[in-house]
């Protein structure tokens, strides 16, 4: 039995030319991109014949440990959207084609118009997902997924690991002069590029840690500029979480190439010599990865896409109202134990958690539920709930959150919100470019007496917009854009935020000493629970819709002081505790919940 005449994860450019072989023997190749049938090949081979515990991940392991032109993963959000990038796609060789598709560079024979074929791609710059939480990196990380390196590759190996040593010194020892030597190209060979200034790391000096624009200061974290093909990034936006599945590319030939490029790029290549920004980030600390295929990865399917031998991949599907019903009162239980038998707390903490952006009518956002959790009066004996044990609680439950201390420092330093370089030429990224479902916990107990600057005063605004419209304003200079966002904020003060108005204001009231722990035979499960309850669906009977509307009228007449946000918050409440229970629609029984939750809220409001 004859076996494949190619190996996807190991050599995946050469099932790319056996494929572009295959079509270009059937006559003349067309002017543009195509796929000769990679994206299904490789999707296929990952995804559903098992290969996926082969592909390494990059950001699991050391770079170096993952043989370069190796299918390789990449699960991150789209920081920065480039422009279009040009390049030779396929050249004529004699009379055989030959393609550079999912290639930085190609040495070709010389090569002139006729005999190319220009194709795009667009580049993207990606970033480790901010705030994602160790848990969920730990189930993406397959162990078996990093190639070993076997005796028989163990010198290439390593001959790759010093070539990429030795190109980093190169890259910061480099001096005008070795620039203007005169270096020719081989003899009846040359680098024949179709790019614009595509790849050429040395026109710039190399940046350092922070331009590489890691979010949140998370350190020892790899970026990555993902090349799309195709048009496959017609339904990618920014700040989009997509997991890149691609070749890998560590080409020293890309700073020598783009030193020289006067000495050796012909007339046809010199007209797409345009900005490529993408070019001017060092490939020793942003590698390139060529997407042969991605998938989004949104707060709905996080969990379908985890691997099958994840504790958290549980089958979503196999939950009923019994199971729903079980965790929740389960997770409600510990939760009034984190909050020192504060069983109000722990439900509005619940409802919270579930909030998620699900429709806008301008301005609102339909769906949030902002929370602010005070403190002044819970302290027993001068013990307070530190934030740092709620924070650590959510972060065990969900899978992405940050912690934001808001002192006067922090909030004075620099802006959080983006806003675009133009000497650069990209986008400076803020605490607050985060993937929708990120969890926001502004702990508002640092903030000491002082006075804030004009940054931390925008600042403030910034996260005031946040929590009130669900919205962070984009600098770019000439102009500013709001970007709709989806980060359910919790303030945790000391008495109510005036900075920050929520709302829910819930006066915390603890009985018992507060509790850290999660029961770590449960968690996973209310992590699938959230996860689940997050993405049910939910409307409303027109049945039981009379009764809310004759029971906000009454309500209204008992106290003049309810406005429309109140029944706004009631509403969405309800929705929460619906989808808290499994259940589709609205019923009059959790109605009378909400109503009784609000009124016990009142009562403790009323004497604070």
């Known amino acids: 039995m004859v076996g494949k005449a190619y190996d996807c994860v190991a050599n995946p450019l050469g099932a790319v030319r056996f494929l572009f072989d295959k079509v270009t023997g059937q006559g003349p190749i067309d002017g543009h991109s195509s796929d000769w049938g990679v994206h299904p090949l490789f999707s296929k081979t990952v995804l559903e014949d098992g290969a996926l515990s082969q592909v390494p991940e990059i950001n699991a392991g050391p770079l170096d440990t993952i043989p370069i032109h190796s299918l390789v993963r990449f699960r991150g959000m789209v920081q920065d959207m480039f422009n279009v990038d040009y390049y030779v796609g396929a050249y004529k060789d004699g009379d055989v084609w030959r393609t550079t598709k999912y290639s ?20 993207l710059y990606c970033v480790p997902v901010p705030g994602e939480n160790l848990w969920v990196k730990n189930a993406f990380n397959l162990r078996d997924s990093q190639i070993p390196v076997s005796p028989a590759n163990g010198d290439a190996s390593m001959n790759q690991k010093r070539a990429r040593e030795e190109f980093r010194m190169n890259i910061e020892d480099m001096d005008t002069d ?25 026109k710039s000096p190399s940046l350092e840690p922070h331009d590489l624009n890691i979010p949140l200061g998370e350190k020892n974290l790899v970026p990555c500029v993902v090349k799309i093909y195709d048009g496959l990034d017609a339904d990618l936006k920014l700040n989009d979480i997509v997991e890149f599945f691609g070749v890998l590319t560590f080409d020293p030939e890309l700073t020598r190439h783009h030193a020289f490029m006067g000495e050796i790029l012909d007339g046809v ?45 549980i089958d979503l599907d196999a939950f009923n109202r019994s199971s729903f019903a079980e965790l929740r009162t389960s997770l409600v239980a510990r939760l009034t134990e984190i909050f020192g038998g ?44 530190p934030a740092t044990m709620v924070s650590q609680a959510i972060a065990a439950l969900l899978p992405r959150s940050h912690l934001m201390p808001l002192s006067l420092e922090f909030l004075n330093e620099k802006p959080i919100a983006p806003r675009k370089n133009y000497s650069s030429n990209r986008l400076v990224t803020g605490d607050l470019q985060l993937a929708e ?14 006075q804030l600057t004009e940054i931390g005063l925008q600042n403030v605004q910034f996260l005031k917009n946040l929590m009130e419209w669900q919205k962070v304003e984009y600098d770019f200079e000439f102009y500013k854009m709001e970007m709709p966002a989806d980060v359910p904020v919790l303030v945790l003060s000391t008495a109510r935020s005036r900075l920050f108005p929520a709302d829910v204001v819930l006066p915390l009231r603890p009985t ?41 009228v009454t309500a209204r007449q008992e106290d003049r002081s309810i406005g429309p946000e109140v029944f706004h918050r009631w509403l969405t409440m309800a929705r929460l505790l619906s989808v808290s229970y499994g259940e589709s629609t609205l019923s009059l029984e959790r109605w009378q919940m909400v109503r009784e939750l609000e009124r016990r809220l009142a009562e403790r409001l009323r004497v604070c």
């Open 342 to 385: 504060d069983g109000l707390a722990a439900e509005y903490l619940l409802l919270h958690l579930l909030s998620r952006v699900h429709a806008r009518v301008e301005p609102m956002a339909v769906g949030k539920l902002s929370l602010n959790i005070v403190e002044s009066s819970a302290s027993r004996e001068g013990v307070f709930l």
């Open 512 to 552: 018992l000493n507060f509790s850290s722990n999660l029961s770590p035979d449960l968690v996973a499960k209310w992590r699938t629970y959230l996860g689940a309850a997050r993405a049910g669906d939910h409307t409303i009977d027109p049945s039981i819709q009379k009764i809310l509307e004759e029971d906000l």
């Open 104 to 123: 930085d560079v190609a040495v070709v024979p010389p090569c002139s118009e006729a005999n190319m074929r220009i194709w795009d791609r667009r580049p």
């Open 178 to 202: 070795l620039l203007e030597t005169n270096e020719g190209p081989a003899e009846n060979k040359r680098s024949c590029r179709g790019a614009t200034t595509s790849n050429g790391e040395a």
């Open 437 to 450: 479902g990120t969890h926001l916990m502004l702990d508002e107990t640092a903030l000491k007496s002082g």
């Open 269 to 313: 290549q010199e007209a797409f010599l345009d900005e490529d920004i993408s070019s001017q980030l060092p490939a020793s600390k942003v590698p390139r990865l060529h997407s042969i295929f991605h998938r989004k990865l949104s707060r709905d399917n996080l969990f379908r896409a985890m691997p099958r031998n994840a504790p958290e991949c």
